[in-house]
């Protein structure tokens, strides 16, 4: 299984999108720019590997930086996701 992370990365907090394979929302929240924050949200990806499931990221950080970047706005995640679906 796969699921595709959109996530739009900002100075406080950054929000995040995901959905699997076929497109399902899995969840959306959002994520503090905190030391907290961060290791809540990496101890859920871990959690998500253990399990087996591949992850695939794109991030906006302002302007695009390289190929593997993707412009995101919260209510497009699917842009996002196209761009991490295209990644192969």
């Known amino acids: 299984m796969r699921?595709?992370?959109g996530v739009d990365w900002a100075d406080q907090t950054h929000a995040v999108w995901v959905?699997?394979?076929r497109g399902t929302k899995v969840t959306m929240r959002t994520v503090p720019h905190?030391?907290?924050g961060l290791s809540e949200w990496g101890r859920e990806l871990d959690e998500w590997r253990a399990q087996g499931i591949e992850l695939?990221?794109?991030i906006e950080l302002?302007?695009?930086t390289s190929a593997r970047w993707a412009t995101f706005r919260p209510p497009d995640a699917?842009?996002?996701i196209t761009v991490a679906r295209s990644w192969k």
């Open 3 to 5: 699921y595709y992370l």
């Open 19 to 21: 959905v699997e394979e």
């Open 34 to 36: 905190t030391a907290e």
């Open 56 to 58: 695939w990221a794109a």
């Open 62 to 64: 302002g302007e695009p």
């Open 78 to 80: 699917r842009r996002a």
